[in-house]
């Protein structure tokens, strides 16, 4: 089945930087696009970034353009997010999911445990 698991995260001062990544597993990863959201308590989960499956066409949120960078490598299912200037209100669990498309198709795995990013002097 498929299995997404995220790492990378913790607690960072504002300006700091910190990457993510995600190890994809149960599914042909390089036929998929690769998200990452975020969610905060009492908040809807946000699209952050999306990536299409041979890194073409990638996609940011407006609130972390300039700041974020999506990235893949299919030899190894991994997916990235390097984030730079880090601000308190990055802070969030973010999540990875795996899409069909690059747009607007829905995310096709029930959501993992995520990795909690807090920033924060």
């Given at each position: 089945?498929?299995?997404?698991?995220?790492?990378?995260?913790?607690?960072?001062?504002?300006?700091?930087?910190?990457?993510?990544?995600?190890?994809?597993?149960?599914?042909?990863?390089?036929?998929?696009?690769?998200s990452w959201y975020r969610q905060t308590p009492g908040k809807?989960?946000?699209?952050?970034?999306?990536?299409?499956?041979?890194?073409?066409?990638?996609?940011?949120?407006?609130?972390?353009?300039?700041?974020?960078?999506?990235?893949?490598?299919?030899?190894?299912?991994?997916?990235?997010?390097?984030?730079?200037?880090?601000?308190?209100?990055?802070?969030?669990?973010?999540?990875?999911?795996?899409?069909?498309?690059?747009?607007?198709?829905?995310?096709?795995?029930?959501?993992?445990?995520?990795?909690?990013?807090?920033?924060?002097?």
């Amino acid at each position: 089945q498929v299995q997404l698991v995220e790492s990378g995260g913790g607690l960072v001062q504002p300006g700091g930087s910190l990457r993510l990544s995600c190890a994809a597993s149960g599914f042909t990863f390089s036929s998929y696009a690769m998200s990452w959201y975020r969610q905060t308590p009492g908040k809807e989960r946000e699209l952050v970034a999306i990536i299409s499956n041979l890194s073409r066409r990638t996609n940011l949120a407006d609130s972390v353009k300039g700041r974020f960078t999506v990235s893949r490598d299919n030899a190894e299912n991994m997916v990235f997010l390097e984030m730079t200037n880090l601000r308190p209100e990055d802070t969030a669990v973010y999540y990875c999911n795996a899409h069909t498309s690059f747009g607007s198709s829905p995310p096709i795995s029930p959501w993992g445990q995520g990795t909690q990013v807090t920033v924060s002097s």
